[in-house]
């Protein structure tokens, strides 16, 4: 069965560099284009959890797990942004001192 779905990072032709560069590029478009949907998202879901019936537990607990993944995927992909910036610093920092190391 061929796979119609989005195409995310499943090039077997890249090497893992630019498989893990992909992603985190995919990562930084969504939070740039989209980052406002999950706390939309999440606000909608917590307002559900609120105005419902509090003897509807069914209701409410599946808004609230809703929001919660929603808030969970936002911050991990933050996350692999922020640690893509951090590597890329210490590798910045790494390169400067075998410059001043090795004269070059």
């Given at each position: 069965?061929?796979?119609n779905g989005?195409?995310?990072?499943?090039?077997?032709?890249k090497?893992?560099?630019q498989?893990?560069?992909?992603?985190?590029?995919?990562?930084?478009?969504?939070?740039?284009?989209a980052?406002?949907?999950?706390?939309d998202?999440?606000?909608?879901?917590?307002r559900?959890?609120l105005?419902?019936?509090?003897?509807?537990?069914?209701?409410?607990?599946?808004a609230?797990?809703?929001?919660r993944?929603?808030t969970?995927?936002k911050?991990g992909?933050?996350?692999?942004?922020?640690?893509?910036?951090a590597?890329?610093?210490?590798?910045e920092?790494?390169?400067?001192?075998?410059?001043?190391?090795?004269?070059?």
């Open positions: 069965m061929a796979n989005p195409y995310l990072c499943h090039d077997s032709e090497t893992p560099a498989a893990r560069e992909h992603k985190v590029q995919r990562a930084r478009e969504l939070l740039a284009d980052g406002w949907l999950f706390d998202f999440v606000n909608a879901e917590m559900r959890v105005t419902s019936d509090p003897d509807d537990m069914t209701t409410r607990e599946i609230y797990n809703r929001a993944i929603a969970e995927l911050a992909l933050a996350a692999l942004v922020r640690e893509d910036e590597d890329a610093r210490r590798k920092r790494r390169d400067s001192v075998r410059e001043a190391i090795h004269g070059r």
